[in-house]
């Protein structure tokens, strides 16, 4: 059994090895991007156990800025808030890992998807002008709970399923990893 990591293929979970170029990704931003996605979505979480309706919103506002972020990282609001506030002031420093963003982006951007169906699963009745209890909301808290767990693993143990993901469907030609 080889211990070398194949071309493409992680060498620890959340990090890649033998790519063209070397490039790296500084994994300070990477945490410190986790750690606003659970942040937001436990307070969205405990603010709707205690009744309140307005912390429910923050969870198509995390959505838009996962997804915003995917497509164009200069507007990844935790990200940026690393890079022109926590890293300038030496608050947090630098972890440049070799590595490649895509795996990252893409699972940010599965994130801010299954946020986006919890957001409909949690509004959708009130968009079409029913107001009654919604039953969906619990399956919509259920999976905004799940991409904080998940974004928790990778800040807590390194192991992003998304970038696991992402190499899977590469390696079976389906995106182009």
């Known amino acids: ?49 205690f009744g309140l309706g307005w912390p429910l919103l923050l ?3 995390l959505a838009i800025v996962l997804l915003v972020g995917t497509f164009n990282p200069q507007l990844a609001l935790f990200k940026q808030f690393y890079f022109r506030v926590l890293k300038p002031r ?15 982006n893409f699972a940010q951007g599965m994130g801010g998807v299954v946020l986006t169906i919890t957001s409909l699963l ?11 209890p919604n039953p969906l909301e619990v399956a919509g808290l ?11 693993v990778n800040l807590a143990f390194g192991y992003c399923l998304g970038c696991q993901i992402y190499y899977q469907l590469g390696k079976r ?4 990893a």
């Open 1 to 49: 059994m080889s211990t070398t990591p194949s071309q493409g293929s992680p060498r620890n979970p959340g990090e890649a090895s033998g790519f063209v170029g070397n490039p790296t990704v500084d994994h300070s931003a990477l945490k410190v991007n986790q750690t606003g996605i659970v942040a937001t979505v436990l307070v969205a979480f405990i603010g709707s156990a």
């Open 59 to 61: 969870l198509p506002i």
């Open 90 to 104: 030496g608050i947090m420093k630098p972890r440049p890992i070799q590595d490649r963003p895509e795996p990252h």
């Open 122 to 132: 949690i509004y959708g009745p009130f968009l079409v002008g029913d107001f009654r």
């Open 142 to 152: 259920a999976l905004a709970l799940l991409v904080a767990v998940l974004a928790f």
């Open 173 to 176: 030609g389906l995106i182009r």
